[in-house]
């Protein structure tokens, strides 16, 4: 079969390797799309402290099942399923009391497994074993159902900041991350939502896909400023930062509404990790920080159950799909802002 295997930093080559043959606990799928995102071009130019080449990697996996190990039930050949990436141990102590987001046990699809730019991919039993391949839904694409697992991990974020009716929300950052965040907290009940990013061009085509309450360039005006003109003056009751920045999180503290909530979505550099905080806007103010990582295999049933149900629309979000032989294209799609959502369809 092909694979893209990344042999590390700028080294990744499709390569003919030998079909899987999958255990008694395992399944093997076909994999119709593997979705790609920012932490795949991460990897691409810089490696992954997880992830040791060679590797075949991608973890945002959907596709249909040609084998089922004897041992394994529930599935049959032919079924169509979505895949977690992030896979929990389920037996650890922040498994057990429901953290499986933070387990220190923690494995990964396109990590530790193979993953899924690839013809055909297996299923471990460390997945199956914490329920983490769920059926599609008949309404569903396969593209559709590959960006469950960035909406389940905008889900956990959310949910963890009891995002309801009420609350003014914004956004910063405009990618593919940032525009599932403004469609889930629209789903979730947000009066208002609002997205900001520093680069002009992206915020405007993602802005005209998911239509916000309004939509500011930080390149042209003074965030601070215009968020308050649009809130009664005194700021959003809720920030989520939806960039690996240092300044948005800065600003996410100085902007936040009284008795507002900041979420730290996404990380910083290993090798800048550290933000200047006004403690006494946060205590002054009553701020709460939150940080939110990765999804649990049941926020990406719910993920998936949303996209069903049409709360929550992705199919105007895939804005680029390549097939495997031009994985390489996707990665340049992604680095280079183009694109929304890029899916591989191998």
Sequence with gaps: MKAALYSGPQDLKIIEVPTPTPGDKEILIRVHSCATCGTDAKIYNHGHPRLKPPQIIGHEIAGEIVTVGKEVTGYAVGDRVQVIAAIPCGTC???TSGRMTICGNQLSMGYQFPGGFAEFMVIPHEVIRVAGVNKIPANISYDEAAVTEPLACVL?????????????????????????????ARALGADKVFLADINGGRLKKSASVVKPDASFDMSE?????AILAVTDGHGPSIIITAAPAAKAQELAISMVAPGGKVSFFGGLPKDAPFIQCDANIVHYKEVT????????????LDALNLIASGKVKVSDLITHKVSLDNVQDAIDAVLSGDAIKVVVNP
């Excluded at 920080?289 to 990406?300: D, I, K």
Aim: overall charge positive.
């Design 221 to 225: 005006v003074k965030l601070e400023e």
């Design 289 to 300: 920080l939150y940080g939110a990582n990765g999804s649990s295999p049941q926020q990406n």
């Design 93 to 95: 102590w922040l498994c």
């Design 156 to 184: 956990n974020a959310q949910r963890i900041l009891d995002v309801k009716k009420g609350d003014t929300v914004l956004v910063m950052g405009a990618g593919p991350i940032g525009c599932l965040h403004v469609r889930v």
